[in-house]
């Protein structure tokens, strides 16, 4: 049983990214776009070893069913390497669990969206999605820190 | 390894270097492989069905809940569902008559105009997996795919005969179709009753609309019914695709409104270019 809960320990950042995008539902969960949540905290806020080929991978497959050609991907790769390259942000020693930059790595990408097919239907929803991944950011985040004290 | 260490900040830096030198090549990709995109197709047709396949194993104790309070939900809406069928087929049997004198008189004018209508020769009935409308781009899976005969640029109606999509990009076992609302979606449809033709564009959440119309003088109106045109030899004429709401916007059948649609295949393997 002890190994057991230590296997589902070891691989919760896995299991919850994959939890996540497959249950990808109409408005709440589009594409599972929420996998993108353990995605940035397990890449940039609790960084763990093999999970950033993971979180490629995921943000590829997200992609994929958004009919966006490797976007998120790309913004991935792009805050990757920025955040990896800078020490002025420690991110792993940030409060709230970085949910700041959180923001920046969903609003930057989603900006980009509104920009390109800007009608009233699509700024209200894309607003709707920051607000709902935001929101749902400390939650989810926070079950890590239950789970692994 | 320690944050001090410096083989931990080589490493750290050796990896930023690799995202960083991994964009340009996306951008390239993603600007060179337009519209095809065919290796990230092909990636995808065999990482999704792998992510699939797990994430039904970890996932089934919800999706059974889910089911389950569907089932219950779709159960206590019946009787009253069952009465608003009642009176949906009083209503189409009493048209039906006046619609088969129209068809026969339809086929009539048809063979004295010499006027050829694509009709398909096979239907694939399918489900629909996940309705993946977010952004502005609305496409959804479809479970069945190049082996019950599936290919890229088929027509997706529904059960209604109205148009839902075109298959989009299609794995052995998987479809992804756009849906009209995709704002990528473009096709050439046609004012029924008229020669009026014109190009349907969907809009993202907010629907379709309809533009670029051969008689510039055109104005459209609530009520207009809307078919496919084959102007641009996309797809087949005669579909119905919906009803104008005003002078612009059509009202069209979006992916969450249906759980199945019928893949039609017509002449030359479903390819109308």
Redesign the interface.
Known sequence: MHNAISIFKKYLPF?MT??L????V??WN??G?LALIPIFYYTFVRPISGF?IFGL??C??ID???????FW??IY??F??I???QNYVDMQHTNNNASHVFMLFVGSG?LL?IF??L????L???IW?FVWLNVLYTPITALDNWIKP | MTKDKLSYKLTRIIKSALAAAALPVFIIYIMVAKPDYTIMNALAHVILPVAHGVGDVITWPVRAIGDGAHWVKEMSVLRKENKVLRAKLDDALANKYKCDVAIEENKKLENELDIKQASPYKTIIADIQFDDSVFHHNTFLINRGKKAGVNKGMVVVSFENRLVGVVLDCGSQFCRVRALTDADMKIAVRITGSDISGFLQGNGKSGASIGFFNDTQFVGRKGLKVITSNISGVLPSGIYVGEMKDEKRVDVIKPNNISRVMVLQFDDQGSYK
């Open positions: 299991l994959l939890f995008w497959r249950l990808s109409y408005f589009p594409a776009i950033a991978i995921f590829f497959l994929y069913r958004c009919n966006l050609p490797l991907t790309c790769c792009l990757y390497a955040i990896g390259f989603i969206l390109s097919g009608t009233w239907a699509n209200i929803n894309n999605l």
